[in-house]
T-cell receptor
Framework: QKEVEQNSGPLSVPEGAIASLNCTYS??????FFWYRQYSGKSPELIMFIYSNGDKEDGRFTAQLNKASQYVSLLIRDSQPSDSATYLC????????????FGQGTRLTINP | GAGVSQSPRYKVAKRGQDVALRCDPI?????LFWYQQALGQGPEFLTYFQNEAQLDKSGLPSDRFFAERPEGSVSTLKIQRTQQEDSAVYLC????????????FGPGTRLTVT
């Protein structure tokens, strides 16, 4: 079992709809959770982070964390074609530890 | 302000050659990380520095890989006697936090070993 799992997609969503991206992790001691966006041929760009159970909203993005279920998700409201990218879920495995463990990413396509 | 920069952006090496990849972190960032990203995969951790101290090198795949950050700023990742399986994008990230939260990535160096 991989430490961080994501559906590789591709996930296709019509413009203006809500895109829902999911991630599960295996280490119950994980404390910090990050979503990165990576355009083709570019480097990962941090878009959201969440540390506590519940929801965190930033503009059109909402990160949701459920530690009991070891599940973290990213919702993108009013999806735009410019949101088309690979979304990487990353987990910091221990409190105070620094390395990030990434999932393989979900490729998202927003159709105009 | 200036982000993380890496050089070269592309490197082609013949099998057996040594290569050196450079990372300039965001000014003042304490933490610096190296990751390796294979095509279609997420980045995989290689090593971590806090200032000049290398605190974690558990991800380095073999003793052919060596990293340094002698003055706590610029870092170099060196790969000796390159092999085809070393072909990947090497990403550098820096963080203002000593805990490494909120890591910001550079553009990467694409290494191709022929």
């Amino acid at each position: 079992q991989k430490e961080v799992e994501q559906n590789s997609g591709p996930l296709s969503v019509p413009e203006g709809a809500i895109a829902s991206l999911n991630c599960t992790y295996s280490d119950r001691g994980s404390q910090s959770f990050f979503w990165y966006r990576q355009y083709s041929g570019k480097s990962p760009e941090l878009i959201m982070f969440i540390y506590s159970n519940g929801d965190k909203e930033d503009g059109r993005f909402t990160a949701q964390l459920n530690k009991a279920s070891q599940y973290v998700s990213l919702l993108i409201r009013d999806s735009q074609p410019s949101d088309s990218a690979t979304y990487l879920c990353a987990v910091s495995s221990e409190r105070g530890a620094q390395k990030l463990v990434f999932g393989q990413g979900t490729r998202l396509t927003i159709n105009p | 302000g200036a982000g993380v920069s890496q050089s070269p952006r592309y490197k082609v090496a013949k099998r057996g050659q040594d290569v050196a990849l450079r990372c300039d972190p965001i000014s003042g960032h304490v933490s610096l990380f190296w990751y390796q990203q294979a095509l279609g995969q997420g980045p995989e951790f290689l090593t971590y520095f806090q200032n000049e101290a290398q605190l974690d090198k558990s991800g380095l795949p073999s003793d052919r890989f060596f990293a340094e950050r002698p003055e706590g700023s610029v870092s170099t990742l060196k790969i000796q006697r390159t092999q085809q399986e070393d072909s990947a994008v090497y990403l550098c990230a820096s963080s203002p936090s000593s805990r490494g939260y909120e890591q910001y990535f550079g553009p990467g160096t694409r290494l191709t070993v022929t």
